[in-house]
């Protein structure tokens, strides 16, 4: 059975697109893109960014996940940390460079656990970063989803990720996970037709392919875009009824999503 996420704007009244049902969560589209990190100055993928993501009651808190030598699961956004490439490197010789904030570089466990703390608002949206290998991909992939299901945190969770195998691979685990696309190659009939639930697309896809939103809608398939910095396309997503926008800049998309729409 494929369950529906029930997303609705505060001010429209609209058909979303439907995806697999997360109950209770915040029903504003604002996803903080690696946290709710700039207002505060905070290190992006920080614990400190997520908590305050959570603190503002985001829809969702974006994060990123690679693997290091000893195959320890962490958060951060490039291949490399410090100077050192993250996959030919072990978490202890990463660890000897604390974040800006002074937070030890967190593992996908401790990040996932804080993420539970005090939440009952703000998904957790993973992205998994595609490896130098596809078999190492798919790996990473079963790890990440293996723990977030230990730590029974799946119903918070959306899995994201440029790497189509590492999302079929999500739905093969569990077909009830909650999977979106990042790449913008495929159209909403494609991730239909391999049960991907998302189009996870960087904002120009969409304004490069106004027919795939509406094909979306038609085919269930939720609408996200990233990463959407500038109130005119905060405008834009919001008039077409997008389930979620993506952005470096949270706290002006809440604002504006407040307001009547134009």
């Known amino acids: ?72 699961l962490i958060i951060t956004h490039d291949p490399d940390y410090a100077n050192l490439n993250i996959e030919d490197t072990s978490y202890e010789n990463l660890i000897r460079f604390p974040l800006k904030n002074g937070e030890i570089l967190p593992t ?25 290998n596809k078999e ?47 790449d913008g190659s495929k159209s909403p009939e494609v991730l239909k037709r391999d049960s991907i639930d998302g189009a996870d697309y960087y904002f120009s896809v969409f304004k490069k392919h106004p027919e795939w939103v509406i094909s979306a809608k038609k085919n269930k398939i939720a609408l996200n875009a990233w990463t959407v910095n500038e109130e005119d396309d905060m405008e834009w997503f919001l008039k077409n009824d997008f389930d979620f926008i993506t952005t470096n800049e949270p706290e002006l998309l809440l604002k504006i999503s407040s307001q009547p729409r134009k």
Request: net charge positive; hydrophobic share 40%.
């Open 108 to 132: 996908l466990r401790q990040y996932i656990v804080a993420g539970l703390q005090n939440n009952t608002t703000t998904r957790l949206v993973c992205e998994i970063k595609p490896s130098t």
């Open 136 to 182: 190492r991909g798919v790996l990473i992939a079963e790890k990440v989803y293996k723990l977030i299901d230990e730590l029974k945190a799946q119903h918070m969770v959306i899995y994201i990720s440029f790497s189509y195998d590492i999302l079929k691979r999500l739905e093969a685990l569990n077909p009830e996970v909650h999977t979106q696309y990042l």
């Open 1 to 72: 059975m494929r369950f529906i996420f029930l997303l609705m704007t505060m001010v429209l009244v609209g058909s979303c697109s439907s995806t697999k049902k997360t109950s209770g969560l915040s029903q504003n589209k604002v996803v903080a893109h690696r946290g709710a990190w700039k207002a505060k100055n905070l290190p992006e993928n920080s614990i400190a960014a997520l908590k305050e993501a959570i603190r503002m009651q985001y829809a969702g808190s974006e994060f990123d996940v690679r693997m290091t030598a000893n195959d320890s």
